[in-house]
């Protein structure tokens, strides 16, 4: 017997919760458990529930659904998340990847694609929106340009590459420091020995470097 797939889905329409229902509930093995129209109720829900899959609006009040996807992937919840939006934002694409959105689909073209974005991410793959399709394209390539520039990003150990992520979120040395339970004098260090591994030089050039690979690091 197949595995009914249980999912959660979180808007503030509800009109439009009610047609995702519609859709979901038409195929077989697929069962919607629970709704919320606002961020925080959804996390509460997923995190009690832990559906297999979580369909989060972009803008919801409370949270939005990058934000839960963001704690979703910190707490190393099995969920899966499929993020639906408006916004054709590339930068917003790229910040639900960097939480573990496996989805991404916009609201427009929802009714004829979730099924398929649902299967896809119960496999474990990706399902990017066909009109947003490139964004993955120029993620890929920059990643892949970074790696050309950079190939010491390798040598960078998992220590280093954890601060360097916190560096591109505009974290200072001391909340680095507080946030791992580490000594300001010891993320200096490894604040150092990043910049000597990229050959980074320059009192903001670290800070700019992080930032501007902020998606890909």
């Given at each position: ?51 297999d899959v979580a ?61 398929r974005a649902i ?39 998992p220590a280093e ?57």
């Open positions: 017997m197949e595995h009914e797939i249980k999912i959660f889905i979180a808007d503030d329409h509800p009109i439009f919760r009610k047609g995702l229902r519609q859709v979901i509930e038409s195929a077989p093995h697929m069962n919607v458990v629970a709704e919320a129209e606002d961020g925080v109720t959804a996390f509460e829900h997923i995190e009690t529930l832990q559906p369909i989060l609006d972009v803008d919801m009040p409370g949270m939005n659904g990058i934000e839960i996807s963001k704690e979703l992937h910190k707490r190393k919840l099995k969920t899966k998340v499929i993020i639906l939006t408006m916004y054709k934002e590339e930068l917003l694409f790229n910040e639900a990847l960097d939480h573990g959105v496996l989805a991404y689909i916009l609201k427009d073209n929802a009714a004829k694609e979730l099924l299967n896809a991410v119960m496999k474990n793959e990706y399902y990017i929106c066909p009109m947003i399709s490139n964004y993955l394209i120029n993620r890929n390539q920059r990643s892949k340009q970074l790696t050309k520039d950079k190939p010491a990003l390798d040598n960078l150990t590459k954890h601060i360097l992520r916190l560096i591109a979120e505009s974290k200072t040395s001391k909340e680095i420091a507080d946030n791992l339970h580490v000594s300001f004098r010891t993320v200096e260090n490894h604040r150092t020995n990043i910049c000597n591994k990229l050959d980074l030089h320059g009192s903001h050039a670290l800070l700019k470097f992080a930032f501007d690979n902020k998606h890909l690091l």
